[in-house]
Nanobody, 124 residues
Framework: QVQLMESGGGSVQAGGSLRLSCAVS????????MAWFRQAPGKEREGVATILSGGSYTYYADSVKGRFTISQDNAKNTVYLQMNSLKPEDTAMYYCAATLEWYRCTSFSDFNYWGQGTQVTVAS
């Protein structure tokens, strides 16, 4: 059974930083794509970043480029999202997602495994 467990959310002042973690279990395929999404109240879910297993490829939404960094630790089966220079508009529930269709790392479409989410709140 695939499980994705997010942690690391919280409240921070604008300009601050947070690091989200996603512990992955139940996926034995070595080749996969992991991603972070977010959804703010009253808004549609949007993709934030993707990373191909091995870390050779990453993809970011324009809104977070230069501020957020996605990474992974294969030994720990964990994916991270380092968020710097946070803005109030980054406030959202952040979700970890995965797909075995590794070629989907070039977009934010059709991820089929999801975590429960972790809340990030950025105060102005």
């Amino acid at each position: 059974q695939v499980q994705l467990m997010e942690s690391g959310g919280g409240s921070v002042q604008a300009g601050g930083s947070l690091r989200l973690s996603c512990a992955v279990s139940g996926i034995t395929n070595s080749r996969k794509c992991m991603a972070w999404f977010r959804q703010a109240p009253g808004k549609e879910r949007e993709g934030v970043a993707t990373i191909l297993s091995g870390g050779s490829y990453t993809y970011y939404a324009d809104s977070v480029k230069g501020r957020f960094t996605i990474s992974q630790d294969n030994a720990k089966n964990t994916v991270y999202l380092q968020m710097n220079s946070l803005k109030p508009e980054d406030t959202a529930m952040y979700y970890c997602a995965a797909t075995l269709e590794w070629y989907r790392c070039t977009s934010f479409s059709d991820f089929n495994y999801w975590g429960q989410g972790t809340q990030v709140t950025v105060a102005s």
